[in-house]
């Protein structure tokens, strides 16, 4: 029997410090029992597939050949089977009930900054990883991309535990290589790594995009345009409180004991910040991509459980 998800999940499963911890990250799994990516979505067809598709097509699996029956679609007979067996038989389908799901971390240098619970991306990687178990336990094909400051590694999308490990191991060892918010070569910009999801995702795909998205421009939201046509695109945008709280100023500086860099490097401070919010909102608003925003000083378990939590009697998947 699956237990319900405690309220107090948060306190239960503490999230804390500048990097991931692989065992805590596969425990994850025990918080995705009754939580639902289908749980707040509601079908846009009368078919029995649980997501609407972008893909062009009849969307279905081919299930049996029998003998034909009145009011089967003439355009289903298999003429072959018909012609051996000398009488008529139709193909049968059913509707896909699995789909791809693509997870994305941004796990580049400027997420590697907290002041409250745990830095960014910490708590960007412990958001991915629920969502892959998430997936994985309603049945879903799992796969991710995981972006550092420059490269990345991508899991292709499979039904299996396996695949969420995999995931989970590269957003362990991303993390574990930042040292830095403020890197001596710049990190690879935001719309290029869109572009590799662009590359990667196939139409009908769902796309979870975590990331702070410190750098969007033009070129982002052309990208994040193209995704939302083909795509059932959802991001979500980790800050932390401080980051809000910076003054405008070239006096402040950020340092590791060993290292330092002004922080206006760091970030756009104070107002411009918040610009970069608004002007994110307005995108998603715009493109009807649901956006969620969450902050170092909340548990990521408490936000998916809002979000995608069952609903009482709600129907699970077949």
Not at 69 to 89: E, F, L
Not at 237 to 261: K, T, V
Not at 281 to 300: D, Y
């Amino acid at each position: 029997m699956n237990r319900p998800l405690n309220p107090d999940a948060s306190d239960q499963f503490p999230l804390e410090g500048a990097y991931t911890r692989l065992d805590q990250l596969v425990a994850l799994h025990r918080f995705a029992a009754r939580l639902s990516l289908n749980a707040r979505r509601r079908s846009g067809s009368t078919l029995a597939g649980e997501w609407r598709t972008h893909q062009r097509g009849r969307g279905i699996d081919f299930d049996q050949v029998r003998a034909y029956q009145s009011g089967d679609d003439i355009r289903s007979i298999d003429w072959r089977v018909t012609a051996r067996r000398q009488a008529p038989h139709t193909r049968v389908y059913r509707e896909e009930r699995e789909r791809p799901v693509l997870l994305a971390a941004d796990l580049r240098s400027p997420m590697f900054f907290g002041s409250r619970h745990c830095f960014k991306a910490v708590l960007a990687s412990a958001l991915i990883g629920t969502l892959g178990w998430i997936a994985l336990a309603g049945r879903d094909r799992v796969g991710g991309l995981v972006f550092g400051d420059q490269e990345h590694r991508d899991v292709r999308p499979r039904r299996s535990r396996h695949s969420v490990l995999e995931l989970l191991q590269q957003l362990d060892a991303f993390s574990r290589r930042l040292s830095t918010p403020c890197p001596a070569e710049a990190p690879a910009p935001l719309s290029q790594l869109l572009d590799k999801l662009l590359h990667t995702s196939h139409p009908g795909t769902a796309v979870y995009i975590a990331s702070d998205f410190h750098d969007l421009d033009d070129a982002s939201e052309q990208r994040l345009y193209q995704l939302a046509r083909h795509s059932d695109l959802t991001l979500f945008l980790i800050s932390d409180p401080l980051e809000y709280e910076l003054p405008d100023s070239d006096d402040l500086w950020i340092g590791n004991g060993r290292q330092r860099a002004a922080v206006r490097d760091l970030h756009r401070p104070g107002e411009r910040l918040a610009q970069r919010d608004q002007r994110l909102r307005e995108l998603c608003t715009r493109l009807a991509i649901p956006l969620h925003h969450l902050s170092t000083e909340q548990s990521p378990l408490t936000l998916l459980q809002q979000l995608y939590g069952q609903r009482s009697g709600a129907r699970g998947r077949a």
